[in-house]
């Protein structure tokens, strides 16, 4: 659906040059969710404007429902059977308005009401007064929002506000959504039923998302797959499920562990905290980790076996999609040699040991 490839975009500014994209290449598929996480400055959003060309690379190839745009030197050629052209203005509007778009501070009319709002992109499409009418009170439904059609953005709440913006992104029926930090503005409440409204879209539309965001809870209530972005690059790529179980670039450590009460571990582990504090030769401190494959209760029964005792000291068990996984800091006490076994049992169940 959506394939960059080999995309740099430069910024030249009076004060020096800042390289936003590096190479970046990555694939989307058609109906994903696609989640894109980095700090700020990462190139987040640079990537995704490169997406619908409010920004030009510099050079690279996008690809969008099979139409290929490369670009040169910060022109864009259209290739089509082999043949390479200049892009002509009406075609970039008519890929632009395949995709639609939403922001963290929602970009609304604030002199115009909710219906304005949202028919204003469908204003120049050549719809008479009457299909304008049925299509805004369409999208109204769609985004529950039919009782405020008169009201104005500063009548509005945060989260309403973000379901008209939505409603207007998704006027000329786009095949794409890109969304910059929806939800970065929004109580947590307000975050959740966004949230859910761009998964229900996603599968009642089949319109493909990409969400791009620095919260990783964001990534795990919605996306499929996930970009990691670090400095222009994307540094780690993969299923939700498999980064969040085996994140292997530190910067994606610490965005899977910025949404886990396990973290916490390492800052008691650093304060000596008695909590985790471990008197010799009397119980020994170890993170577990269980994934899809564990599903049986492993720790009773390790615990009935081997007569080793556990204390859990921290646990944190996340959904994400329709799988599980979960981790447990778990203080160990017993004979050093039914601990042993024990930990040897476990590994051998496919829970992960690891000594804290
Ligand atoms: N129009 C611009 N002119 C000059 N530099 C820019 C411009 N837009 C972005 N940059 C620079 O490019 C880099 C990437 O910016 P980008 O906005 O893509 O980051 P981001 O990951 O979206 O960050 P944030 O989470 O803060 O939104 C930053 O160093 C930024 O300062
Ligand atoms: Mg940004």
């Known amino acids: 659906m959506i ?68 670009i ?36 609304l009319l604030d002199r115009s009401n909710v219906f304005d709002n949202i028919a204003y992109p469908l204003k120049y499409t050549g719809k008479s007064k009457k299909e304008i009418h049925d299509r805004v009170f369409e999208l109204l439904e769609l985004v529950g929002l039919e009782s405020k059609v008169n009201a104005y953005p500063c009548e509005l709440s945060g989260g309403q506000k973000q379901r008209v913006a939505i409603a207007r992104a998704l006027a000329n029926n786009p095949k794409i959504l890109l969304s910059d930090e929806a939800t970065s503005a929004l109580d947590p409440d307000a975050t959740e039923s966004i949230l859910n409204l761009l998964k229900d879209l996603n599968k009642k539309l089949g319109v493909t998302i990409v969400v791009i965001t620095h919260e990783m809870g964001v990534i795990k209530s919605i996306c499929d797959r996930v970009a990691v972005m670090e400095k222009g690059k994307v ?51 170890y993170r577990l980790v269980f994934d899809k494959s564990v599903n049986n209760p492993v720790i009773s029964e390790v615990s009935r076996k081997f007569n080793v005792d556990f204390n859990i000291i921290l646990a944190n068990v996340e959904a ?37």
């Open 3 to 70: 394939e960059i490839e080999n995309v740099t975009k430069i910024f030249r500014t009076k004060a020096g040059t800042v390289e936003a994209l590096k190479d970046v290449s990555l694939k989307i598929e058609k109906g994903e969710t696609y989640g894109v996480i980095g700090y700020s400055g990462a190139g987040k959003s640079t990537l995704v404007r490169c997406i619908n060309f409010l920004e030009t690379p510099d050079i690279g190839a996008v690809t969008i429902d099979g139409t290929r745009i490369e």
């Open 72 to 107: 040169d030197n910060e022109k864009l050629f259209l290739v089509k059977d082999g043949e390479k052209t200049r892009l002509s203005e009406k075609s970039l509007n008519k890929l632009r308005s395949s995709i639609g778009m939403i922001f963290q501070h929602f970009n």
């Open 235 to 285: 540094v780690e790529e993969g299923r939700v499920y498999d980064i969040f179980s085996n994140p292997k670039q530190p910067i994606t450590r610490k965005f899977v562990n910025s949404t886990s009460s396990l973290s916490k571990v390492d800052e008691l582990v650093k304060k000596d905290s008695p909590l985790v504090k471990s008197q010799a030769g009397e119980s020994r401190l």
């Open 320 to 356: 994400i999609g329709d799988q599980t996984i979960g981790a447990m800091i778990v203080k160990l006490s017993g004979e050093d040699k039914a601990i042993d076994a024990a930990l040897t049992y476990l590994s051998a169940t496919k829970v992960r040991v690891e000594a804290v």
